[in-house]
């Protein structure tokens, strides 16, 4: 590249690389790491602050990535979740919440059309059961599990308490209430469901990527949990990123933590996971803006590496995720 650039057959700014030279600037020792400080060691300096953002983008990389995004804390509740089908059609999925303070029960959660998601107060509709057993829909026995402030914990509101889950969403029209991983996690992993809850499962994501309640730091949490569940498809997890790329701030740490665990498939089994490919595709569609995030140190270092997607580009294997591994690979490193 720099013979074609003394050649003014390439224009100077091709040895810019910014992601490259971002991920030069990074801690640690790991392949890529290395790669990137040997490669930025024989290239000439340049004015960073000069350097041009990603052009040619549409829309703009600053209107998909603004800078001043708001982002609420992710609360890690402690509640352990389990994820399997509600029915042998396998149409809805059943999430088994186990609270930290009730160890004894858990709560089903099934859902077919999603719209506890409000602007400022969240809450998941559930059925206390107890520890293993079968789903049953017995809506007299309905309850709403929702984050307190106070209690710092996911509590549960019987239907005799509903009524202040409605005056507390009166009251919080200027202080949102958090929503905690748990509740993150299920509105995630329902975009993995067919049929028509997609539809409110998107309405419920744009309105909280809009109150700063639906980040990437969260949304890492909901799909690490998610991939261990043979039940979720984690191909079906790109849908909403797929067809918005202005969800990409909030959700692209799917396609970094679907590599990742692909990634970790390729060394334990030698071969990619038959998933891997819609992932890929979804990263190698945005991979400009995931470059200029990582140019602009907007994203942390693990994102940047993208932890497993070197050894699925390392297979020898003619797959076609390892060819699609190896040219994102090359786009983003």
């Excluded at 549409?58 to 609420?72: G, L, Q």
């Excluded at 891997?276 to 693990?302: G, S, V, W």
Aim: charged fraction near 25%.
């Amino acid at each position: 590249m720099q013979f074609a650039v003394e050649k003014k057959i390439a224009d100077k700014t091709a040895l810019n690389l910014p992601s490259m030279r971002a991920l030069a600037k990074q801690k640690g020792s790991s392949r890529a790491v290395t790669a990137a400080k040997n490669l930025a060691a024989l290239l000439p300096e340049v004015n960073e602050e000069a350097a041009p953002a990603s052009a040619g983008l549409v829309p703009s990389f600053d209107e998909v990535w603004p800078k001043s995004a708001t982002k609420s804390e992710t609360i890690d509740d402690g509640v352990e979740m389990t994820i399997e089908w509600s029915n042998e059609e396998k149409k809805y999925l059943l999430f088994r919440l186990v609270l930290p303070d009730k160890p004894y029960m858990e709560y089903h959660v099934v859902s077919n059309a999603y719209n506890d998601f409000g602007k400022y107060v969240g809450y998941l509709r559930a059925y206390p059961a107890d520890i293993g057993a079968p789903y049953v829909n017995d809506y007299k026995n309905v309850i709403r599990l929702h984050w307190n402030a106070d209690k710092k914990a996911t509590v549960v509101k019987n239907r005799d308490d509903w009524g202040k889950l409605h005056e507390l969403e009166k009251g919080a029209k200027e202080v949102r209430v958090p929503l905690p991983v748990s509740l993150i996690t299920v509105l995630v992993g329902l975009i993995a469901q067919d049929g028509d809850s997609i539809y409110s499962v998107t309405r419920a994501i744009n309105g909280l990527v809009e109150t700063g309640q639906f980040h990437a730091e969260v949304v890492r949490k909901a799909a690490q949990t998610l991939l261990q569940h043979p039940a979720v498809n984690p191909a079906k997890l790109v849908r909403v990123l797929e067809k918005d790329v202005a969800l990409l701030p909030a959700t692209y740490t799917i396609l970094t933590e679907g590599v990742k665990v692909a990634g970790e498939m390729v060394k334990a089994e030698g071969v990619t996971p038959a998933w891997l490919n819609r992932i890929l595709d979804t990263a190698l569609r945005y991979a400009p803006y995931l470059k200029e995030a990582a140019a602009r140190e907007m994203l942390p270092q693990p994102d940047v590496q993208w932890c497993g997607l070197e050894d699925i580009a390392g297979l020898k294997s003619k797959s076609t995720a390892v060819a699609k591994a190896k040219k994102l690979l090359g786009v983003l490193i």
